[in-house]
């Protein structure tokens, strides 16, 4: 799949370096050709000679080196590949991109490209989760870096937690994304996600377990066959891919409004689980404990936003997608609520506790369409989310 793809490889110094050399093997086994590109720090983790002799290219080490100059300016070593890969990327290098610096040969280059750049971070989970790492992964994000990982696990400084650079597998994967096909270029597609936090007073409020693990793998996905996608999301425990346009939103009536905002689109999924009802009245001021009784909180029903949008008489997307969550009868319920809500399909998924679905990573679902009900074999909700976006692209090409 890779056949002829030209890969700039960008060592930079952190332990997981030498995983950067099974990464060279497997590029190199689907036939990408690999120029490694290696920084002073990298030099302390893997050798010149074992990255050059991997890759079967002359490494790249130095701004200031007159052969390499002579042979293949840094202008024209930057723009020569298909894809800049930056594996492992430590916080220091993502720092240089996030700020346009050019002090040596990777940050020269990555500044002096215009081919797509992609990373997979490895660092110590403090130096991943320091506010300044993680505003210069939204800035690079911005700027069209895409970034691959890193994953939670033990590390090599003893602690546990993000931070541990993407497996070599799961790199070449992302890199044969990026060069598959793109059926949803040009296409846009909204994305609601998440749970919503409904107010009681200022500092209590109504949610649900959802955890938006579902709807930030689909956005991921869709953005990966080239669709623009807009991510309307309420409070979840993952983060939003960082491609997409994000639309933080606390509440129903909030994500309404947003998703109003966002159309119109060729397609429109709702994975968020939506409250059902607001407090009536929430109030200004903390609610007190009181002697003259407890306190009744009176609801009030949110709007649909998929009924809504499903019901559209003109600008309705294409597409329209529901989610059910059901924890019985889940075909019959899912059925019904597809006809009751008016959306093209609905993605029925199993929530009982012991399922471990709501909140798990993986999902078991019904793909409901005018069709019938089709069952997938639980699998991850990555790979739900990869036939979903295919399954998308399709109907919509
Ligand atoms: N949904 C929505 N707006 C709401 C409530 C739900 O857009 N106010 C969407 C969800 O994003 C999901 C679908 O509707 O795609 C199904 O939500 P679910 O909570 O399962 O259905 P309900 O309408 O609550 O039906 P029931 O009470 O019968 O479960």
Known sequence: MLQDKRILLILTGGIAAYKGLDLIRRLRERGAAVTPVLTRAAEQFVT???VSALAGEKVYRDLFDLTDEAEMGHIQLSRSADLILVAPATADIIAKMAQGRADDLASTLLLATDTPVMIAPAMNVRMWDHP?????????????VSVVGPNDGD?????????????????????????????????????????????????RYIANRSSGAQGAALASALVSLGADVTFVTGPADVAAPAEARVVPVQ???????????????????FAAAVADW??????????????????VLEFAENQDILAGV???TKGRP??????????DDVEAHATAKRARKGCDWIVANDVSPETGIMGGSEN?????TEKGADPWPRMSKAEVAKRLAQRIADALT
């Open 132 to 144: 300044a790492t993680q505003r210069n992964l939204a800035q690079i994000a911005k700027d069209g």
């Open 318 to 327: 294409g597409l329209v997608v529901g989610f059910a969550a059901e924890t």
């Open 364 to 368: 078991a679902v019904i793909l409901i």
């Open 278 to 295: 607001r407090v009536a009245r929430a109030s200004g001021r903390k609610l007190k404990k009181s002697k003259d009784g407890l306190p």
């Open 251 to 269: 509440t129903a009536q909030e994500m309404k409004a947003a998703v109003d905002a966002a159309l119109p689109a060729d397609a429109a999924v």
């Open 48 to 50: 010149p000679l074992s």
């Open 155 to 203: 590390m090599a400084c003893g602690e546990y937690g993000p931070g541990r650079m993407s497996e070599p597998l799961e790199i070449v994967a992302a890199v044969e994304t990026h060069f598959g096909p793109k059926p949803l270029a040009g296409k846009h597609v909204l994305v609601t996600s998440g749970p919503t936090h409904e107010p009681i007073d200022p500092v």
């Open 310 to 312: 499903s019901q559209m």
